[in-house]
Nanobody
Framework: QVQLVESGGGLVQAGGSLRLSCAAS????????MGWFRQAPGKEREFVAF????????YHADSVKGRFTISRDNAKNTVYLQMNSLKPEDTAVYYC????????????????WGQGTQVTVSS
């Protein structure tokens, strides 16, 4: 079992920045690919980014590429999502997830999920 707890969400003006954190506990964190997803009201959950456990390769959705950066610190069992140049359309609940594999853009491939943290970007 892996437990995931997100933090760092909040209210920010357009153009601002936030850094989300996801602290993991339980099984070996460094063996999991970690992902971030988001879900806006009335919309399906969508992929944001993932970072592989081996090699640290990262993938970002086109909608956030160049603005968001995923990173991880295996010593702290924590994955981060640095979000810059935020837009109102980035408003959503952000979830971190763990995949005991090489990572995926599909939420159903992830094995464990956090409870989510709200990000609201005002115009």
């Amino acid at each position: 079992q892996v437990q995931l707890v997100e933090s760092g969400g909040g209210l920010v003006q357009a153009g601002g920045s936030l850094r989300l954190s996801c602290a993991a506990s339980g099984r070996t964190f460094s063996s999991y690919t970690m992902g971030w997803f988001r879900q806006a009201p009335g919309k399906e959950r969508e992929f944001v980014a993932f970072i592989r456990w081996r090699g640290g390769s990262t993938y970002h959705a086109d909608s956030v590429k160049g603005r968001f950066t995923i990173s991880r610190d295996n010593a702290k069992n924590t994955v981060y999502l640095q979000m810059n140049s935020l837009k109102p359309e980035d408003t959503a609940v952000y979830y971190c997830a763990a995949d005991y594999g090489l990572g995926s853009f599909k939420d159903y491939d992830y094995d464990y999920w956090g409870q989510g943290t709200q990000v609201t970007v005002s115009s």
